[in-house]
């Protein structure tokens, strides 16, 4: 396996599956770089926004 920074396709990301590149694809993330310097609870706020999901609903009062 090569550097982490040869990754340049989500669906290569060691334990990445496709619910996890369908949210990413939900907040515009299209490349593995778009993630440097991304906070995760401001990603998860942002899909909990628009998300009538149960699941989502209730780890948003969590």
Known sequence: MGNR???NDL???PNDGPATIKYLSMLGI???FELIGQN???MFEELC???SHK???NL???
């Open 30 to 32: 299209k490349k593995p």
């Open 40 to 42: 995760p609870y401001l």
């Open 60 to 62: 948003r009062h969590w």
């Open 55 to 57: 699941c989502m609903q």
């Open 49 to 51: 926004k628009g998300s």
């Open 5 to 7: 920074t040869d990754i």
């Open 11 to 13: 669906n290569k990301i």
